[in-house]
Structures are given as C-alpha cells and as structure tokens.
C-alpha cells in the first residue's frame, strides 16, 4: 500500500568486535505529501523497539535508531538504501510504506543482499523482485477481489465507476485486481477516469463519471487524493459512496473530506475496536506513548520489527544477512497484531483478514470482517 518511504535499517556499529548495540537507520517519509504515513509507521516501530530494549535487547544488544526523511519521494527511497548499505553496513532494511517507493528501494537490497522487509506495500510485485524481499501487509491481488466482492455481494451493487492514479502502482494495481472479479459478479465498469498525483481539481472527471450514473464510486488511491474527490463530488450532486483500499487510511482522511465522506467505505488491515487481545493491548500501549488511537500504519511498522527482531533472535549469535533471511522466511505462526504471520514461497503473509471501514459523521466504525 502507499507512497510514503519508511526504511529502517538494522546495522551493527563494529563487525570485529562484540557491540552493545545494533545501529537502526529509519529513512522515511515523515513530511510530504503523504507524510501521515511514514509518522503512523516510525511511531509503531520506535514503540516496538522501546520493547524489545527494556526486554534486553538481541542477544543482548540494544537497537539504536537514527532516522532520516525522504519526503516521500520514490528516487530518493533508492539513494536512501544506497546510503544505507554501503555506508551503515545494515543487515536488515524495513521499509517501504508505498509500494511505488518499495519498487525502487527493493532491487537494491536484493543485489547487496539485505533483507527488506516492507510493513504495507500491497503491490504484488514488490516481493518478486528477488528472495530478500518481505511484506507484512496483504497483497492487492487478495484486496481488490475482497473489495469487488463485498460492492457486489453486500452493496448490491451493479454498476460502478473507477477512478485512479496513473502515476501510482498501488493505484492502477488494485483496480486491475478488482475489475474482472466486479465483472464475473455481474457488475459493470460504467466509467473509467483517471487523475495524477498533485492534482487538484478533480470536477471534470467526476462530472464525466456523473454522467455515467455509477451506483459506486471506486477510488483505490490515497487519502490526501481521496478527501478532495469526495468533496468535489458532492458539490457536484453526486450520492454515490465512494468505496477504496487501504490507502485511505490516515487520520487526515476524515479532516480533510469532512462529511463528504460519510457513507464511504474502505478496505484497512486492523480496526483499533477490535476487542482482541493483541490489539487491546497494542492500542493501550500506543496512547500511553503517543497520546492518540494507532491506524494500520503504526500496527503494521510494529508488527515488521516484532516479526525481524523475532528472525534475529533464531538466526543465533553474530547471524550474517544470509542467516537472517532464511530466519525470516521460516516465520511460521508468529502471532502480531494484524493477524498470524507464516511466509508463503513469495515471501507474503498469508491467511490475513481485511477489514472494512465505514465512515459516519465523521467517526470510522468497523462495517465488516472478512476472513481469508
């Protein structure tokens, strides 16, 4: 999912010698156009890193981060994992958070082989591009289906218009996934507009879509997009729900659309409502430290190094990158807060839930849960 870079390397500080700490580097997206992304992960990761320090460390040595900020721009996720290796010695990368970023920043730690774990691009390409590279998040292939499926099935819907970002493979991904499945339901893609990333005048394709009548507005893009369209497609008379994917999620989301967006529905990875254990006590812990409820962002960076701290510790003593590797890929019923974590032989998590979230008068309610 998402644009925003958010990498996080695990480095020793000596390799001769016995170190007291292993070196983390985040760079990431902490400003920029979809800055709320790589705040929602840092706070996650930096949460689960005070944990595993209090609870001594790997082996013994705590992690250390050092963060830097990419502004959420793809071309410097590369030079940022550049950097990172060839300077810091890293032996894990975590990052990135949108999958147009994990597609630049993910050739490179294949080469250099460093496992990269990304907590929520959902693009399934970003793990094929080579045996180091992890995802935490499920993959678009799985979300537009669960989305064409509850728009038909529960919806009741027939008729639907989509709108995407053609510079953004999150965006063009998931509708791809999503059409053929709404079509085999009986659906119809009546209208198909497209805008860029930093538009912001939205009204002449949303009048073409009007114009089509759609009883479903399909927007998979994110939600600094996703506010304004909604908006302007009031103003323009349209009723339809505007229905996306985890891309909308953001606490900016609600501020920016207002009550335009109330009646729109989008696919999410966790509900912080959720009474399960696991997420009670994630959600305890992140409002005690950051004074707010965590979205899927924060859940997901934390559950990357709940996940990579867990690889270390089973890699054994003075593991190298190979070692690691083969110690994440191995990950077999590792229970997080978004789910249950065992690998497939792409290196995706499999047998994840999606979460639908329906927005109204401004509050995010949890509409469904769909198991896999």
């Known amino acids: 999912m998402k644009r ?66 990419d502004q959420s721009k793809a071309e410097e996720a590369a030079n940022a994992v550049t950097k990172l290796i060839s300077s810091n010695d890293v032996v894990a990368i975590l990052g990135e958070v949108a999958s147009s970023s994990s597609l630049a920043a993910a050739p490179i730690c294949q080469s250099n082989k460093v496992p990269m774990i990304t907590p929520s691009s959902t693009y399934p390409a970003v793990t094929l591009k080579g045996n180091y590279i992890f995802r935490m998040c499920f993959i678009d292939t799985y979300q537009g289906p669960v989305l064409a499926r509850f728009i038909a099935n529960d919806l009741k819907a027939k008729r639907v218009a989509v709108f995407t970002d053609v510079r953004s493979d999150y ?11 709404l079509t085999s339901l009986g659906g119809t893609v009546v209208a198909r507009q497209s805008y860029a990333k930093g538009d912001s005048d939205f009204r002449a394709q949303l009048t073409s879509i009007k114009a089509s009548n759609p009883d479903v507005l399909f927007v998979p893009g994110y939600y600094n997009d996703v506010g304004p369209i909604a908006v302007q497609a009031r103003d323009l008379g349209m009723t339809a729900p ?10 900016k989301l609600i501020e920016i659309g207002g009550r335009a967006l109330d009646g729109c529905m989008y696919s999410n990875h966790y509900h912080s409502d959720d009474p399960a ?29 709940r996940v990579l701290g867990d690889a270390m510790r089973r890699a054994g003593p003075n593991f190298d990158r190979a070692k690691l590797r083969d110690a994440i890929a191995a990950t077999k019923g590792f229970n997080v807060v978004t789910g249950v974590i065992t690998f497939d032989e792409n290196r995706n998590p499999i047998g994840k839930r999606v979460v639908i979230e329906e927005i109204e008068k401004g509050q995010l309610l949890l509409r469904k849960t769909i198991e896999p």
């Not at 997420?279 to 430290?289: C, I, L, N, P």
Request: hydrophobic share 40%; net charge negative.
């Open 277 to 305: 254990p696991a997420v009670r006590e994630f959600v305890t812990k992140y409002q005690q430290r950051f004074g707010a409820r965590p979205d899927s962002l924060a859940a997901l960076g934390y559950d990357a190094v």
């Open 171 to 181: 965006s063009t991904g998931l509708a791809a996934a999503f059409e053929p499945v």
């Open 242 to 251: 505007l229905v996306g994917g985890d891309g909308w999620e953001s606490p």
């Open 4 to 69: 925003l870079l958010l990498l996080v390397a695990f480095a020793a500080c000596a390799r001769h010698e016995p170190t007291r700490e292993i070196v983390v580097g985040e760079y990431g997206s902490l400003t920029g156009t979809e800055a709320t992304f790589g705040q929602s992960t840092h706070n996650g990761i930096a949460l689960a890193v005070e944990e595993i320090n209090r609870a001594g460390g790997i082996g013994g040595q705590k992690i250390r981060v050092i963060t830097e900020d």
